[in-house]
Structures are given as structure tokens and as C-alpha cells.
């Protein structure tokens, strides 16, 4: 178990500007800023992944790759949009795994968390995720799953407590699991 903070790359598949998942991960970090190193890298700035390019990746992919290798987990937070994730967070795994054979996730601990207006959260994103993390060899970590309605209205700029109660626990239980690794 090691005492330094753990560098967590993050990757925020909601990329509109006011994302309800981007205010999430400020939640999250705000919480968790004294138990991890969080590296936060914007997704929508990659290329679409091509086989075309992928020997010779352009510079924002190659040092995406970097800091894939460079952390020691990942975070991924996820809207849901029609009962999936978004192909951005699918194209930045991509990036990763590739040229077959060089899976840069594979080992790496993992986290999905995501928020919707929806009555179920990001339950099914987070279902179909999972398939793909699992191929790629992430340790994802199970339990608990962290998916939730977003709250119409914020208290005092904060989420409502037991939201924030929730979060904690979150927060607790994942930096145990990343203390394991």
C-alpha cells in the first residue's frame, strides 16, 4: 500500500460546457483533493481513432498515451445518452488500447461515476462500459456503483446532503480500492 497520493487520470465523457458531469468531478475533486492527484484530460480535443494513424499518433494522442501510462488509475465520469456512453469516452479508450498489443490500460485501476436528469442516472452507460473495461483489462472497481439523478436544484452551490453523503462514501471506498493496487 503506498502512502503517496495516487495520480488519477480523468476522463469526462460529458463535453458540452455547462455538463452536468463536468460540475460532478468539481464535486468530486473539491472532496477528494487530499487523496488523489487528479490529471484531467480534455477528451474532446483527441482525433478520431484510425488505424490510418495510430503508428504515427498526432501530438494531442501521443500525449494522451503519456499520461495514460504516467497514472496509476483512471476515472471515468459519464453521461448517458440513449442508453449508452458517449463516443468520445470510447474513442479515448480506443486511443489507449492501441496498436493492438500495446493496451496502455490493461492492470490499471478504475472508477466510472456519472449523473443525468434522468430518473436512473447513468446506470445503462455504466453497464455497457464495463464490457469494454473489462476487455481492455481495467480493474474496475465494483461495487459501490455510483449513478444518480442530478439535482434540479443545487444547495448553496453544493450537492444536497445525502448526494454529498453518497459522493463520500464513493470517495471513501475508492481511494481503499486504489490504495490496494
Known amino acids: 500500500m503506498s502512502q503517496e497520493k495516487p495520480r488519477i487520470l480523468v476522463l469526462i465523457g460529458g463535453i458540452s460546457k455547462d455538463s452536468i458531469n463536468k460540475k460532478l468531478f468539481g464535486f468530486f475533486r473539491d472532496e477528494a483533493k487530499d487523496a488523489f492527484e487528479f490529471d484531467e484530460f480534455d477528451i474532446k480535443s483527441l482525433p478520431f481513432f484510425s488505424q490510418d494513424i495510430e503508428a504515427d499518433p498526432p501530438a494531442v494522442a501521443a500525449d494522451f498515451k503519456e499520461r495514460v501510462k504516467a497514472c496509476r488509475g483512471v476515472l471515468l465520469i459519464t453521461p448517458e445518452y440513449n442508453r449508452s ?8 479508450l480506443d486511443w489507449g488500447s492501441r496498436p493492438y498489443g500495446q493496451n496502455l490500460w490493461s492492470g490499471k485501476r478504475a472508477g466510472i461515476i456519472g449523473t443525468s436528469p434522468g430518473a436512473i442516472g ?48 464513493y470517495i471513501a471506498k475508492f481511494k481503499e480500492w486504489m490504495d490496494k493496487a
Open 85 to 92: 456512453f458517449p463516443g468520445v469516452l470510447k474513442n479515448a
Open 122 to 169: 447513468t446506470f445503462g452507460a455504466q453497464n455497457q462500459m464495463r464490457q469494454i473495461m473489462n476487455f481492455l483489462n481495467l480493474q474496475t472497481m465494483n461495487q459501490p456503483e455510483f449513478y444518480f439523478k442530478f439535482p434540479s436544484e443545487l444547495e448553496n452551490g453544493k450537492l444536497p446532503g445525502s448526494a454529498n453523503d453518497f459522493l463520500k462514501s
